[in-house]
């Protein structure tokens, strides 16, 4: 298997992983949708900002899920290109993970930084803690990038 046919195939499994955080998010949409019937104007622009991010969490899944097709094939492989295989799986894995937490993340910045002056002295501790992990996921969704798209640097750095 080359290593182009194992970046698709890290690429389709991160697809699958996007669509199954997806569908566990469902109950919190169909949840949310009854709530902003309910309360549109406290929770408006939070669960639209959470409804918007969480389709497009779902066509990012599913457009990796369609466009790669690897080609599974027997071949010897040496040292290198399992090394290289190692940190491409490991920067999807990373980056995937930070991308299924992120619409949580937006929807929850929107709502606290929309409602902040209802929670009074209470806000600024909340607004720290929502930017202290939105700043934390985008360090991971980098790092995810970093490790998927320099590979090869990162492997000539380790041998």
Known sequence: MQTNQITKLALKLAGIYLLSQTILSIPSVVLGLKMFNQNREEMGS???????????????????????????????????????????????????????????????????????????DLSAGNIVNIAMQLLGNLIQLTLGGLLFFKTKYFVKLIK
């Open 46 to 120: 939070s669960f639209i900002a959470y409804l918007i991010s969480f389709i497009l969490l779902a066509l990012f899944g599913i457009l990796l899920v369609i466009k790669n097709k690897p080609e599974l094939e027997q071949k010897e492989t040496n040292s290198t290109d399992l090394l290289s295989v190692g940190i491409i799986v490991s920067g999807l894995i990373i980056f995937a993970s930070a991308i299924g937490e992120l619409p949580m993340l937006i929807s929850g910045a929107i709502f606290t930084m929309k409602n902040s002056n209802y929670l009074g």
